[in-house]
């Protein structure tokens, strides 16, 4: 068996860079694992600002000396035992310092905002351990050492389009969840229009031989179709409305409205899936238990958030005409879908 002398085993550093990489491991599996947050700070709004520089400056400081570490182990001679412990040594504090700072961000200021700092940090911390592990079993300047230290400088330097508050933090996923949504529909409508069998070989970048019968859709799933549609227009529109409303109007004075941004937040997070859901079972060969099925539960998830909507903070009273209005459409498309199902059973397969 031959050894690879330029690896970080080689030369007295792989314990440092072992020991180091299951540290990571530990912190790692901490966050995710939801370890609560230190005690609230009553005066964090005051200090706000200087907090989120704070997190730059770490952010800058662990890239910094990640950086350092790779450089180390680019090209012989590789750094000894000392050199490697004083190095990874940095890389620890500048760790240590992101995590803590992490846990100083209180669940008050919104866990919409927090989970985003935690997906951050958990990024991070996970493209530094992917780079010592390289260093630790790789050769000196490999290809997988170059690309793991760029990823690890492309993860840092997302900082500065992380949100520093929690309306921040639910417009993006507003924005992320309505992109989606746009896309489904927007899919739906070309199969309609192109034909479902042509829209999948369309997606998959194949050909496909002539249709058959259970690749199109039959006259009683044409007709159907119309309300399926509108009930994802319906979705489209609301996230939309309430995307600009939240813009508005969206608060994080007070812990009610922080509340309430968080529950919003948690109702779009149930959208996406529940239209994925409804829209896959519009596909032919249609069964229509099913599409009655995914359409209710999309119905009754945007009754409810436009319930919730109503009664909020992100809503004034000129917004509550677009919610009734999205509230009538939804039942309107619902109860036609309802009673075309209804009245038609499944095919027989």
């Known amino acids: 068996m031959t050894t690879n002398m330029a690896s970080g085993e080689a030369h007295g550093g792989g314990n440092v860079l072992e020991n180091f990489k299951d540290n990571l491991d530990i912190v790692i599996t901490q966050i995710k694992d939801g370890e609560t947050e230190r005690e609230t700070d009553d005066d964090f709004e005051a200090k706000q600002s200087e907090y989120w520089t704070k997190v730059g400056s770490v952010f800058k400081s662990l890239s910094h000396e990640a950086t350092k570490l790779s450089l180390a182990f680019s090209s012989p001679p590789l750094p000894d035992q000392k050199t490697c412990k004083s190095l990874v040594e940095m890389c ?8 803590s700072l992490f846990y100083s961000l209180p669940k008050s200021q919104g866990l ?6 935690k997906l951050a940090v958990l990024s991070v911390l996970q493209d530094l351990q992917n780079l010592v592990h390289i260093l630790h079993n790789n050769g000196a300047g490999s290809p997988e050492q ?28 507003m924005k992320t969840a309505s992109e989606l949504v746009k896309d489904a ?10 034909g479902p069998a042509n829209d999948m070989a369309e997606v998959f970048g194949i050909e496909m031989d002539e249709p058959s019968n259970e690749d199109t859709w039959t006259e009683t799933d044409k007709t159907l179709l119309g309300p399926c549609l509108g009930l994802l227009k319906t979705t489209r529109s609301l996230l939309k409305k309430s995307r600009e409303s939240v813009s508005k109007w969206g608060s994080c004075h007070s812990a009610e409205h922080v509340s309430q941004l968080d529950d919003c937040a948690d109702f779009i997070g149930r959208l996406s899936p529940a239209v994925d859901e409804f829209a896959a079972s519009l596909y032919p060969p249609m069964r229509y238990s099913t ?23 992100m809503c004034n009273e000129d917004d509550q005409k677009w ?16 009673q075309i199902t209804d009245t038609i059973p499944d095919p027989v397969t």
């Not at 919409?112 to 700092?117: A, E, F, G, V, W």
């Not at 529909?185 to 192109?194: G, I, K, P, T, Y």
Request: aromatic share 6%.
């Open 92 to 99: 620890e504090r500048a760790t240590l310092g992101l995590v």
């Open 185 to 194: 529909l927007s899919e739906m409508q070309d199969a309609v229009e192109n």
């Open 323 to 338: 919610v009734e209005f999205l509230m009538t459409a939804n039942q309107h498309n619902w109860e036609n879908i309802k």
């Open 291 to 313: 599409v009655q099925e995914n359409a209710k539960d999309l119905y009754n998830l945007q009754r409810t958030i436009l319930i919730f909507l109503q009664k909020c903070h």
């Open 112 to 117: 919409c905002l927090r989970k985003s700092l």
């Open 146 to 173: 170059l690309q793991s230290t760029g990823i690890v400088w492309q993860d840092t330097d997302r900082f500065s389009k992380l949100p520093k508050d929690n309306k921040e933090a639910v417009l993006g996923l």
